[in-house]
C-alpha cells in the first residue's frame, strides 16, 4: 500500500497568505495519478487538482499543484475566506490512498 | 451534470451487513472511460478507499477490506451498491459513492450499533 504523508497537520494563516502544502509517498507515485481535494465541515470533498497539476472544472487558478519524485505540492496563492478547510492528497492508481490531511486555520 | 445520491439504512446491528445504494442521475453508469466508488469517512477522521467498479463490470478492493466488500452495479436502475459484511462500531462512518473521484454524492452517516 503508498502511504500519503501530508505536512504540516494544521496551517495557521490569515486571508490574503499563501499556503504551502505537501504530500510525500512512501513510493513512486505516478504524476498521472496524483490528486488534491478541499473537505468543508459537513460537505464531501470537491477535487481540487488531479495529474498533480491540473485544475479541476471550476477551480480558481489561484490552487496549483506541483510534483518532484515522490514529493507533491499544493499551493493557494493567496487565501480567500472560503479556503480554510481540509486538504487531503490522494494516489489513485492500483489501490487508492488518501493522506491523513491538513487543515488550514485562520490565524 | 452528473449528480449522485447515496441511501440505505442509517442503522446496522453489529455482525450484520451494511448495504448502500447509490442512484446516478445524468449520466449512465455503464458507459464513458469512468469507474464508480464508494469512500467513508469516520467522524473527525480522515478518507478512506473502500472499493470501485468499473463499467465493464470488474471491480476492485481496498485490500484491508476485501474480504468484506462487494460492490455492484444495476444498470436497469443506473445504481452501484455496496455490501459490507460482518460490521462492527469501526465501521461507523459517513459513507460516499463517487464518480472517478470527481463528482461526489452528499454522503450518509451509517451508524453501526445494537
Known amino acids: 500500500e503508498i502511504v500519503l504523508t501530508q505536512s504540516p497537520d494544521t496551517l495557521s494563516l490569515s486571508p490574503g497568505e499563501r499556503a504551502t502544502l505537501s504530500c510525500r509517498a512512501s513510493q513512486s507515485v505516478s504524476s498521472f495519478y496524483l490528486a488534491w481535494y478541499q473537505q468543508i465541515p459537513g460537505q464531501a470533498p470537491r477535487l481540487l487538482i488531479y495529474?498533480?497539476?491540473n485544475r479541476a472544472t471550476g477551480i480558481p487558478d489561484r490552487f496549483s499543484g506541483s510534483a518532484s519524485g515522490t514529493d507533491f505540492t499544493l499551493t493557494i496563492s493567496r487565501l480567500e475566506p472560503e479556503d480554510f478547510a481540509v486538504y487531503y492528497c490522494?494516489?489513485?492508481?492500483?489501490?487508492?490512498?488518501f493522506g491523513q490531511g491538513t487543515k488550514v486555520e485562520i490565524k | 451534470q452528473v449528480q449522485l445520491q447515496e441511501s440505505g439504512p442509517g442503522l446496522v446491528k453489529p455482525s450484520q451487513t451494511l448495504s448502500l445504494t447509490c442512484t446516478v442521475s445524468g449520466g449512465s453508469i455503464s458507459s464513458g472511460d469512468y469507474y464508480w466508488s464508494w469512500i467513508r469517512q469516520p467522524a473527525g477522521k480522515g478518507l478512506e478507499w473502500i472499493g470501485r467498479i468499473y463499467t465493464s463490470g470488474s471491480t476492485n478492493y481496498n485490500p484491508s477490506l476485501k474480504s468484506r466488500v462487494t460492490i455492484s452495479m444495476d444498470t436497469s436502475k443506473n445504481q452501484f451498491s455496496l455490501r459490507l459484511s460482518s460490521v462492527t462500531a469501526a465501521d461507523t462512518a459517513v459513507y460516499y459513492c463517487?464518480?472517478?473521484?470527481?463528482?461526489w454524492g452528499r454522503g450518509t452517516l451509517v451508524t453501526v450499533s445494537s
Open positions: 490522494q494516489q489513485y492508481d492500483n489501490s487508492p490512498t
Open positions: 495529474g498533480a497539476s
Open positions: 463517487a464518480r472517478k473521484f470527481d463528482h
